[in-house]
């Protein structure tokens, strides 16, 4: 992939907000923010960010989610979870 540089001449406070509003929306910055609508744009989509518009898991997603519910519940009553009594423990564990 051959990548290039996209200079957007902009007011220091229209680039500030438009950081917080990537932020508040889980993106790490405003470039991975506009890299995605870019996308989106190219592709012929619409990106609609605001809360109600993500409307419900579809029937297919909560019957995966209710599978995991109950196979970790399993797991659970089965005492094969691992727990950990502090974070040093938990962290020692992952890098294990």
Same mark, same amino acid.
């Given at each position: 992939?051959?990548?290039? *540089? ?8 229209? &680039? =500030? @907000?438009?950081? *917080? ?5 889980? +993106? ?6 506009? &890299?995605? $609508?870019?996308?989106? @744009?190219?592709?012929? &989509?619409?990106?609609? +960010?605001? @809360?109600?518009? $993500? ?9 995966? $989610? ?6 970790? @519940?399993? =797991? ?21």
């Amino acid at each position: 992939m051959s990548k290039v *540089k996209l200079q957007v001449p902009m007011d220091k406070k229209l &680039r =500030d @907000e438009l950081e *917080k509003r990537a932020l508040s929306l889980g +993106f790490d910055s405003a470039q991975a923010y506009i &890299r995605v $609508w870019a996308k989106a @744009e190219t592709e012929g &989509r619409h990106l609609n +960010f605001d @809360e109600d518009s $993500w409307g419900e898991p579809s029937p297919e997603a909560i019957a995966r $989610w209710d599978k995991q519910i109950k196979e970790i @519940e399993a =797991d659970k009553k089965a005492g094969k979870l691992k727990s950990y009594t502090s974070v040093e423990e938990f962290m020692k564990d992952l890098r294990a």
